[in-house]
């Protein structure tokens, strides 16, 4: 029998499921109280008025009378959201594993082109890429509509990604053929100088873009590219048929929410959800301010699921 005294709680490993990390990770990584949909908001404002500074500071006119304040204020939003960052790691309970997440890597290349433009003044401009964080936007403002439509329309997405790809790969072959036709059709003289130039003629003419830079001259060049120009309509409805489907299929009831799984970070949990859907590790309670889950005795923050009769007693 080991003689070593049990952990106090001075001494124990920190628990992401309790404590002040429960309490940071419910802040940061959710926005179903009011702590979190306040830090959000505050971090969208600092996000906007980041890259606003960038963009104003390649103004020379402007650049010239107040880049001083402008260097100041980037260093100042480089060192809040590499705090941010800093804050985020230490809160989850796999600090790698979010690392290599989008939001993981979209955090840290939000901060490094501060740093990394002390070596290479050039970088400074990617400072822009800070804009992909604004990604959060509808989690943050607590749309619950748009969390959930913007859940079903990535699901509908993946659900028809063969089909898409199928579609993709008939219309390679298709500009394929008709770039072709059209080099044997017009040929070098009317700017058709390879097969490669009359399939870029044929994607822009296919896709109603139609730079104007290549046209065709014959009879039969014109009316090869009608052709093209009425395929264009049909080529843009039929990944729009397709997706539209699949987001049909999707529509559901569940309500939306942020709550957030600790293992694999993933988001939009039911609020009575005991597991994670996609990994299957235990839930902690949702923390959440709806003034309409208060107990008659007062208690609130506790999620239906602690309501309800079948649910064991501690």
Not at 299 to 312: E, K
């Amino acid at each position: 029998m080991s003689s070593r005294p049990p952990p106090t709680p001075d001494t124990a490993p920190a628990n992401p499921h309790a404590g002040w990390r429960l309490r940071l990770y419910t802040v940061i990584f959710e926005a179903d109280t009011r702590a979190g949909r306040v830090f959000d908001l505050v971090l969208i404002g600092l996000i906007l008025a980041s890259v606003a500074v960038v963009m104003l500071d390649s103004i020379a006119s402007v650049h010239a009378r107040w880049g001083p304040v402008f260097t100041v204020l980037e260093w100042g939003f480089t060192l809040i959201f590499t705090a941010e960052y800093i804050a985020r790691l230490s809160c989850v309970k796999h600090p790698l594993r979010y690392a290599r997440s989008p939001f993981g890597i979209i955090d840290l290349v939000a901060v490094l082109p501060t740093y990394l433009a002390i070596l290479v003044p050039g970088l400074h401009a990617l400072i822009d890429v800070r804009v992909l964080r604004l990604l959060r936007l509808f989690r943050i403002l607590k749309l619950g509509a748009y969390v959930h439509e913007f859940a079903m329309l990535g699901r509908a997405l993946m659900a028809s990604r063969r089909k898409i790809l199928v579609f993709m790969s008939f219309v390679l072959m298709v500009v394929t053929i008709m770039g072709t036709l059209m080099y044997v059709v017009e040929g070098p003289e009317h700017g058709f100088t390879s097969i490669p130039v009359g399939v870029y003629w044929a994607i822009t003419t296919m896709t109603t873009v139609g730079f104007g830079d290549i046209t065709p001259k014959t009879d039969l060049g014109r009316v090869i590219a009608s052709a093209m120009m009425l395929l264009g309509w049909g080529t843009l409805a039929v990944p729009t048929g397709i997706v539209s489907a699949e987001f049909t299929a999707q529509r559901m009831g569940t309500p939306p929410t942020t709550r957030t799984c600790h293992e694999c970070l993933s988001e939009g949990h039911a609020p009575d959800a005991r597991f994670c859907r996609d990994c299957g590790a235990p839930l902690p309670s949702w923390q959440h301010d709806d003034e309409h889950a208060q107990r008659p005795d007062g208690a609130a923050g506790l999620s239906p699921a602690s309501h309800s009769p079948t649910r064991p007693t501690r």
